[in-house]
């Protein structure tokens, strides 16, 4: 398998990263990485077609915010923490912050 | 003129906002309005088409960070900070102070 082209640290672009952010799906999968560090496509793809996760961890690497590894026969996942943090300082923790807020406020209201 | 219509502070997405941030033109918006509080559209459309800058407005009033207000017989926009900033804590101050950064580090590599 080719190696995964990613966006060098000082490349990442404020709209790439907020732009990959602005979906429901890969908000959840940065979520998700942001808790396990690393993870497999599988373990992310929240049982949806494999062709849609592909498209947005996609998005996702070119936004540099994530870096995918391949691991023998898997690709292996990680957020790309310090780089985001190093280029835009306090963005990522703001963004990722309001899920658990907002998740609560949907909750609430439904309840 | 009709009045604009405008989500209501408890809806606002947060997919949306960062959406409505991910393109420069609006980001632009966004940062002179942080700035100056209110402004026409006339003000805020750096000399673009007024069909793209309606555009873009739509896209800022629909994620809740704008709002547009008829005054006589122009727009005056408001930054809806308070809005966003009860429901997305923080959210808009990271980005925003993003954009500075952003700019310096531009500024900087072309020097």
Chains 1, 2 share one sequence.
Do not use: W
């Not at 560090?37 to 949806?48: F, I, K, N, S, V």
């Amino acid at each position: 398998m080719r190696p995964y082209k990613h966006p060098a640290a000082d490349e990442l672009v404020l709209e790439r990263v907020l732009y990959a952010l602005s979906d429901s799906i890969r908000l959840d999968i940065v979520r998700h990485l942001a808790r396990v560090e690393c993870a497999t496509c599988g373990e992310l793809d929240g049982g949806r077609p494999k062709s849609t996760v592909s498209h947005h961890f996609k998005v996702l690497r070119e936004a540099g915010l994530v870096l995918t590894e391949n691991t023998g026969t898997s690709h292996m996942n990680t957020l790309r923490r310090a780089d985001v943090e190093g280029r835009f300082p306090g963005l990522l923790a703001a963004i990722l912050s309001q899920g658990d807020a907002a998740v609560a406020a949907t909750k609430k209201k439904a309840a």
